[in-house]
C-alpha cells in the first residue's frame, strides 16, 4: 500500500521540519544547562 506522491513528499517535508525542531530544542536544552553551570 503507497501514498501519493504529494502526501509522501508532505511526510518527508515534516519529518526534516521535525528533525529540525528536534535539534534546536536539544540545543537550546544543552546551551541552557552549560549556562547554569557557568552561574556562581
Known sequence: MSASPQLEGQQQRW???HEKV??????TQ???EQ???LLP
Open 30 to 32: 544543552f546551551a541552557g
Open 15 to 17: 519529518a526534516a521540519v
Open 22 to 27: 528536534e535539534y534546536i530544542h536539544g540545543a
Open 35 to 37: 549556562h547554569l553551570q
